[in-house]
């Protein structure tokens, strides 16, 4: 699952524990340290840890920026990441910098901690429901963005949306895919989670089919609802088949977390975060008696969501 | 210094981790996983801490790379830096493989412990000696046998070293990097060390300046003796101030660990070292009364050395 779970010398203790680096993929070096550090600190929400211990950063440096470049954009990745790290009460202690010929960014989440402190992913009974914590389409968000400089691509996409809807949901995206599942993580342990992970590189289904297949239990995942960033489900629906975003198989950036939760609980769960955070979550789907399958329905609601950026 | 220390929220442990990431330098898959590993763990084993508790694998496959390649390649990489994990009495368990243009390869290491299973690297006193426990030139090696292949290269230094000399130093570099600093960690307890570092990118002199402004004590080192792998010096030599390995900067990969020991211990510590791996080490210099600065001595001894290959 996101992170692995090593069970320490030390009487109860367990270290847990992920990584996770990629490529930039937004113009703002700030805000890409920032998703980076995000993104790597998902995992352990996943896990309902709400405490990093520690993180390392790992960056690589493109060998062909010029110096100028460089020195320009490589300290604002270093401040977003650390000022993230920060934000989430934890500290970047070590790491590594490499030249590469791609810029390269992410990091190393460790946690110590007894086993109150995480929470199996695999429980999810018969009658609990599926939360999830952020809402779709980031990378139909960033591809479209960059589609406004290339005409013969924004082309496919123009009778549908606009440059303006393109550049808000682009910052709806660096917003969200930079915000912290903290919250998720702690409200995991108050409204009893049966175990959770986050939405990235294999989309909503991807993650989802993982999930169900670490379960002891023999249940299925029906997912009815599929809450989008404004617009996206119309951009990538304008694109064919390319994002599978209707599919569930669109890849996000540091998404929001998948949470199987008690049926009465999730109502309160929900509410929580968005007095907390300021953030809505949806009730996408249902646990069933099953053979560990995850899917989509046929024609599942389509909810566009417009949160508010800070 | 090589790894960071971070105190936990449980009573007297301390998380101690190091990560570390580089570009594959042997043509040998199997033989660079297990280099990796070994030069991740080393970091640990600067701190004397002889278990580590996890393994992350850090890993970027080419994209140039076809299919085969590909599936011949990372296999043995993964399979070379498993084993070596295995040896050191840890496990791999997590990690993250990316696409990249340049092959990549490293690693996290994770250990929790108390106090008295580290050793801080700042407390060398007047009248300790200089331990080191791999010779240098693991570089100049390496590079020597790319050169078989340059005809141009290979005559600067055909008239100091056999084809067959250089490939000798380059399977004993093999060896050497391969080899786990650990039997040195765990006699550092043993001989009562008062700090270390591990040798690797900025060369012998350059991690012994590191170490030395780590120092609680006002003290300096000198370096009077170089153990170097045999020939390697001539060759260092031949190509003039390119490696810099006499002046003390020649990278080194997965280098030995430079130890501060107590004068009367430091015989006992290299003899026990060779009992048990088989491999030496050698008093290479002295802490003397200083302003935190190490130097080479003007006409250092080279020792030239021909480990045994397992």
């Given at each position: 699952m996101d992170s692995c779970v090593v069970p320490l010398r030390q009487g109860g203790l367990s270290l847990v524990q992920t990584t996770d680096f990629f490529y930039p993929l937004v113009d703002d070096p700030y805000m890409q340290g920032k998703i980076a550090?995000?993104?790597?600190?998902?995992?352990?929400y996943a896990m309902g840890v709400k405490t990093c211990d520690n993180m390392l950063m790992l960056l690589g440096v493109s060998n062909k920026m010029s110096?100028?470049?460089?020195d320009t954009?490589?300290?604002?990745?270093?401040r977003g990441f650390k000022d993230l790290a920060e934000e989430a009460g934890t500290m970047v202690q070590g790491g590594q910098t490499v030249l590469n010929p791609w810029v390269t960014i992410g990091g190393v989440a460790t946690t110590v901690c007894p086993p109150n402190e995480f929470i199996e992913p695999g429980n999810a009974v018969v009658g609990d429901v599926l939360v999830l914590t952020k809402p779709l389409g980031t990378q139909v968000a960033v591809n479209a963005h960059q589609w406004l400089d290339e005409p013969e691509r924004w082309n496919r996409i123009r009778l549908v949306?606009?440059?303006?809807?393109?550049?808000?949901?682009?910052?709806?995206?660096?917003f969200l895919m930079s915000k912290l599942n903290r919250t998720a993580a702690k409200l995991m342990h108050k409204y009893n989670a049966h175990g959770a992970t986050d939405i990235t590189g294999f989309g909503l289904l991807g993650h989802a089919k993982n999930l169900v297949q670490h379960q002891k239990n023999e249940v299925s995942f029906t997912i009815h609802n599929l809450p989008i960033i404004a617009k996206m489900a119309a951009v990538a629906k304008a694109c064919g088949n390319m994002f599978q975003l209707l599919q569930g198989y669109s890849a996000e950036t540091s998404g929001g977390l998948l949470i199987c939760l008690p049926r009465e609980q999730a109502a309160s769960f929900c509410k929580d975060i968005e007095s907390e955070d300021g953030l809505q979550s949806w009730i996408i789907g249902i646990v069933e008696k099953g053979q560990r399958k995850a899917r989509i329905i046929d024609k599942p609601r389509v909810i566009e969501v417009t949160p508010k950026i800070e």
């Open positions: 550090c995000a993104n790597v600190l998902s995992d352990l110096d100028k470049e460089r954009v490589v300290p604002l990745i270093i949306v606009s440059e303006e809807d393109v550049e808000m949901s682009y910052q709806v995206s660096m």
